[in-house]
Structures are given as C-alpha cells and as structure tokens.
C-alpha cells in the first residue's frame, strides 16, 4: 500500500532567499513525518536551491512543468533530463494554469508525462472541469477524455498520480464538497482501472483546490483521497505543516 502524498505547488512565488527561509523554518516542523510523503515543486529558478537545501531530508524535489524535448532549439523550455539531473523526482504535468494560459492540449500533456517518465521521473497528472462544463452536467466526460487522451499509450501505473483539481475551486477560497470529491475520485478510480486493471491501484489520486490547514482533515479521510496538491497554504511554512500534519490541525 502506497504512502499518502502532499504537495506544495508554488507556482510563481518565492525568489531563492524566501524559498530558503521557508525550507529554515518547515523542515524541523516537518522533520518526524515518516508515515507520507512531502513533495515541494518550486520555480525553476529555485529548483537547485531548494534541491540542495532538502537533500537527506523528508521532502521530495517537485518541478511545476517539464517540455517533451531533452534538448534543442526550444527557447526558455527546460527538458526533462535537465530537471532530473537537478534531483527531481515528480513532475506536475497538465496543471490547469498551464492548460489555460499556455494553451497545452491533450495532446501535449501526453507528450509531456511520456518524456518525463522516459527519464524516470514520476508524474502529477492534473485532470479537471471548468465550472461551466460542471453546470452543463460535463465533469465526467471531460475526465474521462482529459484521462484517456492524456495516459494514451503510457503503460507504466507506477510512475502515475492524478491530481483531481476542479479548476473553479483553484484558488478561489470554493473548495469541492466531500462528496463531490469522492464521486470524482471513484470515477477517476474505475478509469484507471479500465486502463492498467489491477496494477492501477498503485496510481494515487490526489485532490487539488483550496486546501487549508482548516479544510485539510475533512478532505484527508474523505473515502479515495490519496494525498492532495496544495497551492497558496503551501507558501506559508507554518500552515503547510499543519496541512502535511493534517490529523492534528484544526
Ligand atoms: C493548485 O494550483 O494546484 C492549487 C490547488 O491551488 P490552490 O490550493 O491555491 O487552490
């Protein structure tokens, strides 16, 4: 049985320094959880940085987006064996910022999850609904063509997770019901299933959308919740560590 996994997704925060003073104050926080996995995905800029600052300790390297290429003229791309030679060890892939502000289609993101498992990275697998494909009863269609299209071809489980992020719960304070949560989790499950058989019980299926040391505990033992994908509550050390410390805050 698989650890559960909790992931700080920075996006474009943090200059070095403040990647580093956060690292001062949340890995002795963090220090004795041996029972899940921490990951943090910061910017490139940082990524040695705080690579360098997390080495020997609990918490796994995480890259934000990776191009399908390893090499070539690709103008501020960085490829997948360049972040792997940094220490990385999962790759968030198809996230729903980069789907809608650096237009990446299916297609792309499959490209993207193949090139990162070529260099033996594992994958955070973004999948999700807009509000309006919820409000036109599309959640379920979109997931299953988001996860057929984007796993096309790929037959290694082992180097999967899915992030289940509602795209109108990310960052907006909206957070999904625990039921909405667990049928699109069961959904996302018997996919799988239908894809890798029984090897997909080794695919964890995280939650992403304003997670908070508040909400965390509800979302944490909501039924198939593997691990969650944490936007801004993972910028502030302290209240990331109640998140990955979940059965202790509030
Ligand atoms: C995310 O960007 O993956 C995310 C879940 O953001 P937030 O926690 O801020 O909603």
């Given at each position: ?6 992931v ?15 690292l ?12 899940r ?40 791309e ?15 892939i ?45 959640t ?18 082992d ?15 909206v ?6 949560i667990k ?68």
């Open positions: 049985m698989f650890k559960k996994f909790i700080a997704n920075w996006k474009m925060h943090k200059t070095i320094k403040e990647a580093l003073l956060f001062e104050q949340f890995i002795p926080l963090v220090k004795d959880v041996d029972d996995e921490i990951g943090i995905a910061p910017t490139f800029l940082c990524i040695e940085s705080v690579g360098k600052a997390i080495k020997n300790t609990n918490i796994k390297l995480c890259a934000q987006n990776a191009f399908y290429k390893n090499e070539g003229a690709y103008t501020g960085i490829s997948p064996s360049m972040l792997k030679d940094c220490g990385v060890e999962y790759v968030i198809g996230h729903s910022e980069r789907r809608k502000y650096f237009f990446e289609s299916d297609e792309i993101i499959n490209k993207k999850i193949r090139a990162c498992i070529k260099e033996e990275m594992k994958v955070i697998f973004c999948i999700g609904e807009t509000l309006e494909e919820r409000q036109n009863n599309k379920f269609d979109i997931l299953k063509s988001q996860i057929i299209m984007g796993l096309k071809d790929i037959d290694m489980p180097f999967i997770n899915i992030a289940y992020e509602p795209v109108w719960a990310i960052g907006t304070g957070v999904a019901t625990e039921s909405q049928e699109a989790h069961i959904f996302i499950k018997e996919q799988i299933k239908n894809l890798y058989g029984d090897s997909a019980d080794k695919i964890r299926v995280l939650y992403g959308g304003s997670v908070t040391p508040e909400n965390i505990k509800s979302i944490m033992t909501t039924e198939n919740v593997d691990g969650v994908l944490v936007g801004g509550a993972s910028l502030d050390a302290l209240k990331f560590s109640k998140i990955v410390k979940y059965e202790k805050s509030i």
